[in-house]
């Protein structure tokens, strides 16, 4: 039934456009997946491209899943559906696998090392998955592990790390790293500049390693 | 003009000060709340902006602010709009002088509701028209527009996003913001706002003599437009619209659909242009019905032979489906093999730690037991529902009208409901009331952390401020309770447990009505106002793994290798030290 066409030549209302490179940013509430949403979003204008992006709201005190859909050169709806993401950037490991079905054959995920342990495994005695297991449940498909943690230690503080995955997922983006990092500098709060400069750095190093 | 990156309510703010907006006022709901919030964050403010008490008193402010002339919008979530249900019913039939906008923000898949009911039933059933935005920068520039339509016709507008705009962000193009502000008077006209039966006779045939009119308008404006390009159609509205155009073949046709009412006849030229058409919308089949009423020979495909979902919110993959379903083809690939990994824990959204509504739930549990039955309301604390503390949740305020049924019902285990100190004041005074007269025995407690949280910590009359960020009195609600006949009017603090099992016990012991404050600011606002506390931790040598203080479920709280312990998140409420029965949980001293 489905006519599948080749990325790039979608035809609309008569007007040619390029297919919008779709990406997830997940975690956990509190983790910082807005501000890394808004960064890029800042970097598209900076571009002077278009986007959209979802977002879940009122869970980031609270512990919760969180999901932000962003579709770079993304001209329609915001929702990206699942089995044709090309990224997935996770702050959480098992948050990555969480999400991993979004992912399109040959996408990419970017995922921070550690996991929050969810309270209700304490509270229901439920099995903790170990990091080596979530990683063999990805071992199909390509994917980078950041040690975000200690990068943002050596940036200076333990709230980059957000930013480390942003740096260290760049590699992925069909962005610029100078509008990224002009981005950085322009959303996180004044003080923190040089901090998280250090750490966009630190990631995008990491990234390609 | 500038552009940004937008979040869709901010946009619908911006939209809102550009068209020369005078008065705001809502009630916070999720996904409705931005917009308020956002025009009372901005740095120059020529406008009146008010959180009500409940939507029904919001509506009503902002229609008598445009009866005055001027231009005003109230702002709330779909199921508000049932609490303002009332006014609006009838405000189709005054109609209004200055531009009146009723925002409606609908949530298809209930990401933050009790239910998917769709904002444009009520727009049908009072006759006003209905905008239906399918992206932001349509929100954004629809809004403007509302408020003229209002004034053309003289007629409330209602103005639905969906989840999906509200808390979507996309590159916006800003217009400048509007100086031309009114300022209020009130002409009187008996006939126009006194709905006597002998007013409201003539004022209904008015409403109804508007509706061609209107239907015709929104096609002349283009919110609702087609384009031919082959034998088979769509007919599509709102967000599902940029799903429909993401995966559309060149050679179907789309008609789009952005407002209601919609011209019968316009709809019926498109329809029969087409030997199939596809209707693909959100929520109820409400642009179907019509589709399905103006339909001659044309086959019709949408939710009702299934092709469509009913329930939950579209996106580019379901709408493929529907594709299918109705036998068309569509561009695009999506895959089917794709869902998630089973088996992972979840990871629901918690109480947060150090919140003084985790401690009440304990300690009324402790005294009531499992055979204790415990209505809930709408707020955080639903979340409670984890803790085996909320047995009903159906709607703001109906955690003591339900209490207060249960108990009179004949049932005699003990009735404990709880409420939010912003849903008490929202409608659960009546509830009180009405139990009170009428001899329930029950006890309420009023969970009362100062400030509307769930929604983004909106300030309410128990906080002492409004949101134009004006003192004003705080509301007691001690005295509002006995006023209402309640001799038993407590107020705790949670964090004192063993202050609070006492509290609880008396009210176990005593016929009628209690009513328990349990008074502790929510630990989010606390933390910003820069109230520390000392964080505690597990000694491990005392502790004997008995799992008591994992049970109270503090994220706080952790269980490694059959031992308690503490983790970072702790907020010093000092609870878990209480219930500790080894004492092995301590207050950290600096040394």
């Known amino acids: ?209 | 003009m500038a552009v940004r990156y937008m979040l869709g309510n901010e946009a619908i703010a911006h939209a809102c000060v550009e068209a020369n907006l005078d008065f705001a006022s809502g009630y916070p709901g999720t996904p409705s709340s931005e917009v308020i919030d956002t025009l009372r964050r901005q740095d120059v403010r020529d406008f009146y902006i008010e959180w009500s008490v409940n939507e029904k008193v919001a509506f009503e402010n902002a229609l008598g602010a445009a009866w005055t002339g001027i231009r005003s919008l109230v702002t709330m979530k779909h199921v508000g709009l049932n609490v303002a249900a009332d006014p609006l019913m009838t405000s189709a039939y005054t109609g209004v002088k200055g531009g009146f906008v009723i925002l409606s923000a609908d949530d298809p898949y209930a990401h933050s509701s009790q239910n998917e009911q769709d904002s444009r039933m009520y727009a049908h059933f009072a006759r006003v028209p209905c905008l239906d935005p399918a992206g932001v920068q349509e929100a954004h520039d629809m809004m403007a527009a509302a408020f003229s339509l209002s004034e053309e016709f003289s007629i409330p507008v209602l103005f639905r996003p969906t989840t999906r705009i509200c808390h979507s962000k996309s590159d916006v193009e800003l217009g400048e913001v509007g100086k031309e502000h009114r300022k209020g008077n009130f002409e009187k006209d008996p006939r126009q706002y006194v709905v006597i039966p002998a007013h409201t006779r003539v004022l209904h045939k008015k409403l109804n003599e508007k509706q061609d009119a209107i239907a015709k308008r929104l096609v002349e404006i283009g919110y609702n437009k087609y384009e031919i390009r082959g034998k088979t159609g769509i007919v599509t509205s709102g967000i599902a619209s940029e799903y429909v155009k993401e995966i559309v073949p060149d050679d179907v046709s789309i008609a789009k659909i952005g407002a209601y009412p919609i011209d019968e006849e316009w709809l019926a030229e498109f329809v029969s242009k087409h030997e199939k058409v596809l209707v693909v919308e959100e929520c109820a089949p409400f642009v179907e019905e019509v589709v399905r009423q103006v339909a001659c020979e044309t086959r019709v495909h949408g939710k009702k032979d299934g092709c469509v979902p009913y329930e939950g919110e579209l996106d580019p993959a379901s709408t493929a489906a529907a594709f299918e379903k109705a036998g068309m083809l569509y561009d695009g690939n999506f895959p089917r093999d794709s869902s998630p990994v089973e088996g992972l824990p979840p990871r629901p959204p918690i109480l947060c730690a150090g919140c003084g509504h985790r401690a009440t739930f304990y300690a009324m549990k402790k005294v009531f037991g499992k055979k204790g039955i415990y209505p809930s309301d709408i707020g955080c604390y639903t979340l409670g529902l984890q803790l085996g503390a909320v047995d009903t949740t159906i709607c703001m305020g109906a955690s003591i009208t339900v209490g207060s049924g249960i108990a009179n019902s004949g049932e005699e285990n003990p009735v404990v409901c709880t409420i939010g100190d912003s849903t008490f004041l929202h409608t659960g005074i009546q509830g009180l009331i009405n139990a009170a007269y009428n001899n329930a025995n029950m006890t309420v407690v009023i969970l009362d952390n100062r400030i509307t949280a769930m929604t983004g910590h909106q300030p309410n009359p128990n906080t002492g401020v409004t949101a134009m960020g004006d003192p004003s009195p705080s509301i007691s609600l001690e005295a509002l309770c006995r006023s209402c006949g309640i001799s038993f009017v407590e107020t705790i603090d949670p964090y004192d447990y063993v202050g609070t099992i006492e509290a609880f016990k008396r009210a176990k012991d005593t016929e009628g009505v209690k009513v328990i404050i349990a008074r502790q600011p929510c630990v989010i606002e606390a933390r910003r106002r820069g109230i520390k506390r000392r964080s505690f931790f597990v000694d491990t040598d005392a502790c004997s793994g008995c799992g008591l203080c994992v049970k109270f479920g503090c994220p706080a709280i952790e269980f490694i290798d059959g031992k308690a312990s503490v983790n970072a998140l702790c907020s010093g409420c000092g609870v878990c030290a209480e219930i500790c029965p080894q004492g092995a949980i301590r207050s950290e001293v600096k040394r």
């Open chain 1, 1 to 209: 039934m489905c006519g599948d066409l080749p990325a790039g030549c979608d035809k609309i209302g008569g007007e040619e456009m390029s297919r919008s490179y779709d990406l997830l940013i997940v975690g956990v509430g509190g983790q910082g997946t807005i501000l890394a949403s808004n960064i890029i979003g800042e970097a598209c204008l900076a571009e002077g491209r278009k986007v959209r992006s979802a977002e879940t709201h009122g869970m980031s005190q609270r512990g919760g899943s969180v999901e932000t859909h962003i579709r770079i050169d993304g001209e329609f709806g915001p929702l990206i559906s699942a089995g044709t993401a090309d990224l997935i950037i996770s702050f959480d490991l098992l948050e990555a696998v969480r999400y991993s079905h979004f992912l399109k054959d040959g996408g990419v995920i970017v995922s921070g090392k550690n996991i929050v342990v969810p309270t209700s495994t304490f509270q229901q005695g439920l099995e903790v998955p170990s990091c080596e297991s979530l990683e063999a449940i990805l071992s199909e498909i390509k994917y980078h592990i950041i040690d975000a943690e200690s990068a943002a230690m050596e940036a200076g503080s333990l709230l980059s790390q957000n930013i480390v995955m942003l740096g260290a997922a760049s590699h992925h983006l069909p962005l610029k790293e100078d509008s990224l990092l002009s981005a950085v500098k322009k959303l996180v709060p004044p003080k923190t500049i040089e901090i998280n400069t250090k750490a966009f750095e630190i990631g995008v190093e990491k990234g390609n390693k």
